[in-house]
Each structure stands twice: as C-alpha cells, then as structure tokens.
C-alpha cells in the first residue's frame, strides 16, 4: 500500500447568522445532508460518531466517521476526529463578523486513505484540491438557501 496523500485545507464562510445560531446549525451534523449537496447521507454510530457518505466532483464516494472531540460553544469552537476513508480532524472556528453575520472558519488536516483515490499519482494533489474547493463553495451555497427557507429564518434576520 502507498504512503497516504496528506492534506490541509483552511475556508472561511460567511454565515448569516449571530454566533450562537451559526454554532447551533453547524454542530447538527445529521441535517447536513439537507444543505450540502456533497454530503449524500450520515447515518448515526454509537455514542458521538456519525457516518458521511461523501461525493463532490471526483465520481467516488468517500465513507467518513466523524466523532466529536471539541464542543466548546463559550469561543465558538467545534471539532470531530475524522477516521476511515479520511483519518484526521475537521474543525470550525467561529467569530463575530458584525452583529447579525458569523465568520466561520473550517480546518481540515487529513490522509486520504481510500485505496480509489489513494493510487492517484501525486500529479492528482490539485484535482483533488479543486475538488475539494468545489464542495466547499457549494456547502456555503447551500447553507445560504437552506437558512434562507427554515422556519425560523425570518427571526434570524431581524
């Protein structure tokens, strides 16, 4: 088997929503799959751990158990160790972008460990990385729209 492709991604999103709110929705990992297109399904695992069944642009799906490790709401701080087809940590770190608008900024230090994925020759290091960008553009999107139509959502604008 190859050494596994490291990698490191850093994005911030603007979210609509004051910290407190933004922090709630970004901490209910199962609703995912509602909003972001690239995240086909979770599927609840004993105590914290949750299944993703992951696709973007690259036609392969990747199986993630994320496990909360970090839940610290007083400084907006959200992480989940990452194991299988990704072994590493993704975190989100929240700050106030003005009264009504969240910063929040996703970390993602991982191995690629899909053995798909895993026999790419390093020259597929920037397709990966595009596809990456992809999911993460199209995340932002759909958290756009989703917190444009929830019920709640004309409380969160006032």
């Known amino acids: 088997m190859m050494a596994p492709h490291h990698y ?21 990992v199962d ?3 509602q909003w972001w297109p690239q995240i086909r399904a979770t599927e609840p695992l004993p105590g914290d751990a949750r299944r993703l069944s992951v696709r973007s642009l690259i036609p392969v799906t990747l199986k993630i158990v994320a496990t909360k490790q970090i839940l610290d709401r007083d400084n907006g701080v959200l992480r989940v160790g990452l194991a299988q087809d990704l072994v590493g940590y993704a975190q989100w770190d929240l700050s106030w972008q ?18 798909h994925l895993e026999r790419m020759p390093v ?14 553009r199209a995340g932002e999107q759909g958290l756009r729209k989703y917190l444009a139509v929830r019920p709640d959502a004309s409380s969160a604008e006032q």
Do not use: C, K
């Not at 490191?8 to 209910?28: M, R, T």
């Open 8 to 28: 490191h991604f850093d994005h911030v999103w603007q979210v609509p929503l004051p910290l407190g709110e933004a922090y709630d929705v970004l901490l209910d």
């Open 31 to 33: 609703r995912y799959a």
């Open 98 to 115: 003005g009264d009504t608008t969240t910063a929040a900024r996703w970390t993602q230090d991982v191995y690629l460990t899909n053995q």
């Open 123 to 136: 020259t597929s290091h920037r397709l990966l990385r595009i596809n990456h960008t992809h999911m993460m």
